[in-house]
């Protein structure tokens, strides 16, 4: 992942896409997946007016997120938990590592958390000499790989079985060329059970932070958030300031819109409430702003902070399917990182809103109804504006601008396009034109279809 990062999307997918085979199956995996989620929503008649109501209860949470973090932290430490406040990431690892320190700490377990991937929480503690075992199934493989996860809530949907078996093979003796997902599940099992045993201090996520009562939800499909939290004497939650919602009652809503969303379940097939700490047990919160409230003022991007992280966008973005989550060089990857990490450091991500067609599917399945794509759209302007595009790029898009808004020299320039790709499609079909590759362009039609309606307007 450290050497993608000095490589934009574009430079990064075609590594990607060079195994043709596996970009096959990746879109083809993904798009399973999207057709799941398209038959759980079917089978909900209230779905757009569950999708209406999230909106407004994250739209009205936004608009009076200091008032319910204060709550949030007032109900909390009523409850008996500890809460500190990052500013950013290096703030959130600092803490973190403080906790272990205090507590003379050194065997962790965590639980998938993707604020933790942003803050590159696990780089931050081996530089300090402490190992952070990663306990989901996707995150535990990944993380014996070395690599960062593809995907937020299917971390190794880049792997197939074959890759996880050499992986545990060489890391956990598993039998050499044993492919069978049961015989790998169970020895993951085994593996991460010594872990939960031995465990001290366990990390998780938190999905759902309820400021009427100060608790907060976890939703995982393994139990293993449980397994940590449960068996560890100390249990710190990781969470972004926009995690909260303002009741309990709210919950309901994002509970049936999150797991259908995000893999077509009815439900996640746990979702662990935690109020307090257990008799004996200390429990803590970190609640982490790194650039939300920049975002937060933002008008055009605000919205993009409702986000509930089921990667529904994911799944039905065609460059996602087709590029692979790597080539997004992000913790959180796909059309909703690619309007999420501009913010964070525009420069570096400069090119993640390119990554998209535009083609708002990403906008039609987000279950808080973000403007995914329009975003994107308005991020190119910025970045564009603030000269964190190439030159050549920038002038480019100034031309065909420029010619979209003159439809006399647009259609000459059409017809005479089209007229060289039948009699020279070599001009064209060639390395040194970027649009040919991995391509294979239709024949040109012989007229627009703004000639074949005049012709045929009035018949």
Known sequence: MSNLKTLDHAAAAEIFIKDEARTDWHDDTLWFVRQKR??????????????????????????????????????????????????????????????????????????????????????????????????????????????????????????????????????????????DPQYLTEAARQHLRDHFIQSELAITGVNFAIAET????????????????????????????????????????FLRLLARSATGQPITT????????RSGQEMHIIIVDNGRTKQLGRADFRNSLKCIRCA????????????????????????????????????????????????????????VKIDIHEQLWKWRQVIVEEGYVKPEKKIAMKGMAWLFSNPKVYRWAGKSGRWFLRTMPFLGNNKLNVWYK??????????????????????
């Not at 639980?111 to 190992?131: A, F, P, R, W």
């Not at 449960?230 to 309990?248: F, R, W």
């Not at 080539?327 to 090119?351: C, E, Q, R």
């Not at 991995?438 to 018949?459: C, G, I, L, T, V």
Request: net charge negative; glycine share 6%.
């Open 312 to 367: 529904a966008c994911f799944n039905t973005c065609p460059v996602y399917r087709r590029s692979g989550g790597h080539s997004y060089h992000t913790a959180v990857a796909g059309p909703i990182g690619s309007i999420l990490n501009p913010n964070l450091d525009m420069k570096a991500n400069a090119d993640l809103p390119f990554a998209s067609t535009l083609c708002g599917s990403c906008s039609n399945v987000c279950p």
């Open 38 to 179: 398209d038959k759980a929503v079917h089978g909900i008649a209230e779905w757009e007016q569950l999708r209406e109501w999230a909106s407004e209860i994250k739209n009205h949470t936004l608009s009076n997120l200091d008032n319910y973090l204060i709550a949030f932290e007032k109900q909390a430490e009523a409850n008996g938990i500890k809460i500190h406040w990052a500013a950013d990431a290096l703030e959130h690892n600092q803490l973190m590592h403080k906790i272990l320190k205090d507590n003379n700490i050194s065997r962790i377990v965590k639980s998938k958390s993707m604020l933790t991937e942003e803050c590159h929480l696990n780089d931050y503690l081996k530089k300090q000499g402490i190992e952070v075992v990663d306990t989901d199934l996707g995150e535990r493989i990944v993380q014996l790989r070395d690599e960062a996860p593809s995907h937020i809530v299917l971390p190794a949907i880049h792997l197939k079985k074959q890759d996880v078996s050499e992986t545990f093979h060489e890391h956990l003796h598993t039998e050499e060329g044993n492919n």
């Open 438 to 459: 991995q391509r294979e362009m239709p024949e040109a039609p012989k007229q627009s279809f703004h000639d074949w309606y005049q012709q045929n307007k009035n018949k």
């Open 270 to 277: 746990y979702s662990s409430h935690f109020q307090k700490p």
């Open 214 to 253: 100060g608790g907060f939800v976890v939703c995982t499909n393994e139990g293993n958030a449980d397994m940590g939290a449960h068996t560890a004497k100390i249990h710190v939650a990781c969470m972004g300031i926009e995690k909260i919602i303002p009741k309990t009652e709210h919950l309901g809503v």
